[in-house]
């Protein structure tokens, strides 16, 4: 008798009948993600160099977070 393979079911509460509302659900998962890597790196900040001017802005953060 062999033991049954568990399955990963990622995002299983997501699983919405509507598919608006299923999209507007992932939608709202990746800005919170982002969100908080954009806080990670806000905080983080002194660590990170801008070539422009030097100094890290929070639309400089952003653009770290979304784009490197």
Request: no cysteine.
């Given at each position: ?9 990622l995002l299983e509460h997501l699983r919405l009948r ?19 890597n954009w806080l990670i790196v806000l905080i983080e ?24």
């Open positions: 008798m062999t033991a049954p393979k568990p399955t990963v079911r509507n598919p608006v509302a299923a999209i507007l659900a992932r939608v709202a998962l990746a800005l919170l993600i982002v969100g908080v900040r002194n660590s990170y160099t801008d070539s422009h001017d030097g100094s890290m802005s929070a639309v400089d953060a952003l653009y770290y977070t979304t784009a490197r």
